[in-house]
């Protein structure tokens, strides 16, 4: 359940492999230069439940890092290096962290951090020294490579995206079980996705400080399998990957799977992936058409999930249940999932309403007692602000987000179906939907698109989307006009930050 084991039984593996690099790690390496480095947390005086935060970009040293801490008991507090230096001291500042680690190449953004941080009593870069940060490498380069003698289970904290105002930090109790034992996230993925009885290796196209892509690399190693980790993701280099390494098991967004399809035929058809037994995909809805086009392509192994960095409820469903029940993202296996009006009413099937979990596990937002209560409702039910309803027989179905809902002449408009057409358009990379001032409607729908080639761009090309999107919805549920953007501020792990286009569009006192 840890790399120590997996090191005293094969030394030699690789553990993982950086994919733009091929720079390589074996468990024996993971292992003692996890130790080596967790030696230097109890120099520093750090003990269980203290906290270290982590600003780098995917990078060799990032899972003997969060591995060192994780045996050591420590909270870890991954941290997007794509945040400005101000975003950044407030994460570093809000989770108590005692340690700051970086790179030579977040620089720009950490020199400007140095007398922002009064609780971080050491810095450190993982590729050099630049006063006042020291080299990590040398740093350990003497410590014992042998485990520390109090070693402990920690735990990942890390921060929401911060789409709706300053992120907040999830902080879930520190394990009190031995590091050999296995995990709730564990157990959950051995029972769906894993395969035990055959060689699994795993591919990791998003960026590690984001939970997901976190949790199952570390899931992962601890079953011994190998980690291919993407610097960036790239659609093609993915496919020459998977063929590459005989990837076995893979993680994406539904933004990587549009933009392999948009790939030329050829292309598409050029790499063997043949390997692969099991897909996921999670973090943000997926497009009925899209997944349909993935499933004729890579067959029934794409496997979708529904769940949050709090950890307060899982719902999964397998492409065989997805055919039966399409656009459903699944039922509960980890909580009870309870649909409820604003008057905290519990809602029969087919009624849409804020999506809850009862009965999952405890979190809270740290520092925000105020953000946990606004979570959880008069009965104790948590929630991370979806929309959506469930069927019959139990299948969860997200219409939108509750922040993002359009409401225009009192009618409740949910952008996402409108973004689930225009994204099947050929001629589309990326789209935004959301409601912008109307003062006849209070709102109207407005569609933001990033096209496959700017040379597309036209009043016509609008039109023609229009048309597209009216011919397949309902007029009200459509834009009524479109602009165009070279890229929308999407993050890699497929989260948009829709917020960033609306505010152009409202005056400041009316934003909220």
């Not at 780098?56 to 997007?80: C, D, K, V």
């Not at 971080?120 to 740093?139: H, S």
């Not at 995909?281 to 009925?288: D, S, T």
């Not at 023609?464 to 070279?486: G, M, N, Q, T, V």
């Amino acid at each position: 359940m840890h790399p120590g084991i997996i090191a005293a039984q094969a030394p030699d593996k690789t553990a993982y492999i950086m994919a733009d690099s091929g720079h390589s790690v074996t468990f024996k390496t993971l292992d003692e230069r996890s130790n080596q480095i967790a030696h230097l947390f109890r120099s520093l005086g750090l003990r269980r439940g203290d906290h270290i935060a982590i600003l780098l970009e995917n990078h060799p040293l990032f899972l003997q890092i969060t591995w060192a801490a994780h045996r050591s008991g420590l909270y870890y507090t991954a941290i997007s290096h794509r945040l400005q230096a101000d975003e950044v001291a407030y994460i570093v500042n809000d989770c108590g962290s005692k340690v700051l680690i970086t790179s030579i190449a977040q620089l720009p953004v950490a020199e400007k951090l140095l007398d922002r941080m009064p609780a971080v009593k050491a810095l450190f870069l993982a590729d050099g020294a630049r006063a006042p940060f020291a080299d990590l490498n040398a740093a350990i380069a003497a410590l014992p490579t042998t485990p520390i003698a109090d070693e402990s289970t920690g735990a990942d904290m890390l921060y929401s995206s911060g789409t709706t105002g300053k992120p907040k930090g999830i902080k879930v109790p520190l394990p009190e079980t031995t590091l050999e034992t296995p995990g709730a996230l564990f157990n959950l993925l051995k029972a769906l996705y894993m395969t035990p009885d055959r060689e699994m290796r795993y591919l990791s196209p998003a960026p590690l400080y984001h939970a997901a892509p976190l949790r199952y690399c570390m899931n992962f190693l601890a079953t011994g399998s190998t980690c291919v980790i993407m610097e960036k993701f790239e659609p093609e280099h993915y496919l020459q990957l998977v063929q590459q390494h005989r990837i076995t098991h893979s993680q994406l967004v539904p933004t990587m799977f549009v933009r392999m399809l948009k790939l030329p035929e050829a292309v598409r058809r050029r790499y063997d992936l043949s390997s692969l037994v099991c897909a996921i995909h999670a973090a943000a809805p997926c497009p009925v058409e899209v997944k349909e086009q993935m499933l004729a392509w890579w067959g029934p192994i794409i496997h979708e999930y529904y769940a949050g960095t709090e950890g307060m409820g899982f719902c999964t469903i397998s492409p065989q249940e997805w055919l039966i029940h399409k656009g459903a993202v699944g039922r509960a296996i980890l909580g009870q999932v309870k649909i409820v009006d604003d008057e905290d009413n519990e809602l029969p099937a087919g009624e849409i309403g804020t999506v809850y979990f009862a009965n999952g596990l405890p979190f809270e937002y740290h520092n925000d007692p105020a953000k946990t209560r606004s979570a959880t409702n008069s009965k104790g039910w948590t929630t991370l602000g979806d929309v959506g309803y469930l069927d019959a027989e139990g299948y969860l179905y997200l219409t939108d987000r509750k922040a993002y809902m359009i409401i225009s002449g009192g009618v409740n408009i949910y952008p996402q179906e409108a973004e689930d057409v225009l994204i099947t358009h050929p001629k589309v990379a990326d789209v935004a939907v959301f409601g912008v001032p109307n003062e006849e409607f209070g709102e109207e729908v407005k569609a933001v698109v990033q096209p496959v080639s700017w040379a597309d761009v036209s009043e016509e090309f609008a039109q023609e989307l229009l048309a597209y999107c009216r011919a397949r919805l309902s007029h009200i549920k459509c834009p009524r006009s479109i602009d165009f953007e070279r890229e929308l501020p999407r993050h890699p792990t497929g989260k948009l930050y829709k917020r960033l286009l609306k505010d152009r569009y409202w005056p400041v006192s009316t934003r909220h």
